[in-house]
């Protein structure tokens, strides 16, 4: 079966966010879901940009890519192309 790191959009992990990750995993994907807000959640998409800049673009990516190692060790990230 597929194994899935899913990262969360700007506002956290969100219900919508996990219930998506719920349908997924009942489709039988596994889905890891790390939270990179520790946490915290946000009602406007504003709200959400704005913690990241406070928390640092560069350490919400550095937690992203220490997700990837641990929930899928051996795996690394590829930029794509900017559109």
Same mark, same amino acid.
């Given at each position: 079966?597929?194994?899935? !790191? !899913? ?5 956290? #992990?969100?219900?919508?966010? !996990?219930?998506?990750? =719920? ?6 994907? @596994?889905?890891?879901?790390? =939270? !990179?807000? =520790?946490?915290? @959640?946000? %009602? &406007? ?20 890519? #220490?997700?990837? #190692? @641990?929930?899928?060790?051996? &795996?690394? @990230?590829? %930029? &794509?192309? &900017?559109?």
């Amino acid at each position: 079966m597929a194994e899935l !790191l !899913l990262f969360h959009h700007a506002q956290g #992990q969100t219900p919508g966010f !996990l219930a998506f990750a =719920d349908e997924l995993r009942a489709a039988g994907i @596994t889905v890891h879901t790390p =939270d !990179l807000y =520790d946490g915290k @959640t946000f %009602a &406007s998409l504003e709200e959400g940009v704005n913690h990241a800049r406070e928390v640092g673009f560069g350490t919400i990516l550095e937690r992203g890519e #220490q997700a990837l #190692q @641990t929930c899928l060790p051996g &795996s690394s @990230t590829q %930029a &794509s192309p &900017s559109a």
